[in-house]
């Protein structure tokens, strides 16, 4: 890498570290402005009730717990024994409780889990998926239904579970699994109520720590929704717990993500829903937990339809839902995202052919060494030119040292003269930038290197850090060796010394297909620097 391939690197890293507080002060906000709203919440904006799957509980109010119709208190179920019932495919293997009618588990048969063994689990241990709460005006508040009886009624081809709620109430959950995906299909069918009765969908605990590097997993972790063509995101920060305003609107999707798997719900009918997230206040260290609550009106058909994603962030398999969940995936800022997706369309295409993601990675870098350097051609001319008329310039700034319009009106005069553009050397570096951008992005949040090995016993892991950190310190070493060719000026001779040692340490947690990226780039920029300079001496 030249200085300014290094300044852009460095810049780079600066806007990421930066981003973080950014972020923080505006969800800081956020959640002072939601405290003020929930604090005024109408009773319908309250925490569920549960009730026993019986005909209609009569409710007493204990000492202590006021009767008003927004307050909520726990009701004891009826006992019974919770069945677990399997739905599965080539590709997933879940699990639905009649405790609840919900998910509890779900895992994916084509991802290893976060030691290389076993299938990865999406669910946390107290997560609960797809719970469902209705609204009773009669009692002033939510029946949970998540400790009810839901009865199996499945067929060979879709889980059937039905909840008898008295009163001639009765609610079906129907699941179906298309073959070779990761997306289910849920019905809703209500039977004895009235058209615009409330209901909630909800998705309790979050969703699983699910990588080796804990730390960037959890710190991945967010909800994000999709409505009126803008997403939002919601994160925990430490020490703080997240209540969201509710938001009403025409919903696409929710979904929870960690860093390379995603949870979404997405409404098939009636999108028009109040959405709101709440987790309770982060350590820092532990999984974040978060709770999803989509608030929807039953309609004159008494049925429902969503599509539920559980799968990995792979842009073929969300995209194709048509849906544009491929936006909650991180590819970079809005006008990086068309290079990102160019990039990762490609690196796929190849490791169609190629088996070896490490060898995908140094044919790549090939690839856009090849792109680029007409680019970095034509700043190493300005740049030599540049030096060739240095002494000239020196002279002109002796001769007009008192007169810096004279001196500027020469030095134009001499650029002119010997064909030199004053931000030649600088222009073709900047137009890189947003290549620079894509690949870091690309590179770093890609689930393609998730556990894709290189070189066994070395690199298992393109996703993780070279453990014995030999990659960041031959990047270095390229590094140093491409400024001490490019280094003409001796008071530039610390930095030939410094930028490598500085660089190393920015890399070394970087994932090493990230990193085994920028050392064969190094490498492909000094043989180009060696073959210039060989023809300009020729």
């Known amino acids: 890498m030249d200085k300014k391939t290094i300044l852009a690197l460095v810049l780079m890293g600066l806007v990421i570290l930066l981003m973080g507080p950014y972020q923080k002060k505006r969800m800081s906000q956020r959640t002072a402005e939601t405290a003020k709203q929930e604090q005024s919440a109408a009773s319908g904006d309250t925490e569920p009730r549960s009730i026993p799957a019986t005909p209609r509980p009569v409710v007493s109010t204990p000492p202590g717990v006021s009767s008003e119709p927004g307050l909520s208190r726990s009701l004891p179920a009826p006992d019974f024994t919770p069945a677990e019932i399997v739905l599965e495919n080539e590709y997933v293997h879940g699990v639905i409780s009649t405790e609840g009618g919900t998910v509890r588990s779900w895992q994916l048969k084509t991802y290893r889990g976060k030691e290389g063994i076993g299938d990865v689990e999406l669910l946390a241990e107290k997560s609960r998926g797809l719970c469902l709460f209705i609204w009773n005006q009669e009692l002033g508040a939510w029946e949970d239904l998540n400790k009810v009886e839901w009865k199996d009624r499945s067929t060979s081809d879709e889980v059937r579970l039905v909840a008898n709620l008295g009163a001639g109430r009765e609610i079906e959950k129907i699941f179906t699994l298309p073959p070779n995906a990761y997306h289910a299909e849920m019905r809703l069918l209500f039977r004895g109520f009235e058209s615009?009765?409330?209901?909630?969908?909800?998705?309790?605990?979050?969703?699983?720590?699910?990588?080796?590097?804990?730390?960037?997993?959890?710190?991945?972790?967010?909800?994000?929704?999709?409505m009126g063509g803008e997403v939002e995101k919601y994160d925990l920060k430490k020490g703080k717990p997240l209540h969201s305003p509710s938001v009403v609107g025409a919903l696409d999707w929710v979904c929870l993500r960690n860093r390379y798997f995603a949870i979404a719900l997405i409404p098939a009918t009636g999108r028009e829903s109040t959405f709101r997230v709440s987790g309770p206040s982060w350590d820092g260290v532990s999984c974040k937990s978060y709770d999803v609550f989509l608030e929807s009106t039953i309609g004159e058909a008494r049925e429902a339809k969503w599509t539920v994603y559980l799968g990995p962030q792979s842009y073929a398999d969300i995209a194709a839902l048509g849906v544009g969940l491929e936006r909650a995936m991180d590819l970079g800022w809005r006008w990086i995202r068309p290079i990102g997706k160019v990039m990762l369309a490609v690196l796929t295409a190849m490791h169609r052919v190629i088996s070896n993601y490490g060898i995908v990675i140094i044919l790549f870098s090939i690839m856009i060494k090849l792109i680029v350097s007409p680019l970095t051609h034509s700043s190493y001319k300005s740049t030599n030119k540049m030096q060739e008329i240095q002494p000239l310039i020196s002279e002109l700034k002796e001769k007009y040292k008192g007169d810096a319009q004279r001196l500027n009106k020469e030095t134009m005069k001499l650029y002119k003269e010997y064909g030199v553009n004053p931000v030649g050397g600088c222009l073709p570096m900047l137009l890189q930038m947003p290549i620079l951008f894509a690949l870091f992005t690309v590179f770093r949040n890609t689930i393609e290197f998730r556990q894709a090995g290189f070189i066994p016993g070395w690199i298992d892991d393109l996703a993780q850090p070279d453990p014995f950190y030999i990659l960041p310190v031959l990047m270095g070493l390229t590094m140093f060796i491409q400024q001490k060719m490019t280094m003409k000026d001796p008071k530039?001779?610390?930095?030939?010394?410094?930028?490598?040692?500085?660089?190393?340490?920015?890399?070394?947690?970087?994932?090493?297909g990230l990193v085994l990226y920028y050392t064969l780039f190094n490498v492909l920029s000094a043989l180009q620097q060696w073959l210039m300079k060989r023809h300009t001496l020729a």
């Open 492 to 512: 530039q001779a610390a930095m030939v010394y410094i930028m490598p040692i500085m660089m190393v340490f920015f890399f070394i947690r970087f994932s090493s």
């Open 196 to 226: 615009g009765t409330r209901y909630r969908i909800c998705w309790l605990g979050g969703m699983a720590v699910t990588e080796k590097n804990i730390k960037d997993d959890v710190r991945a972790m967010q909800v994000r929704t999709y």
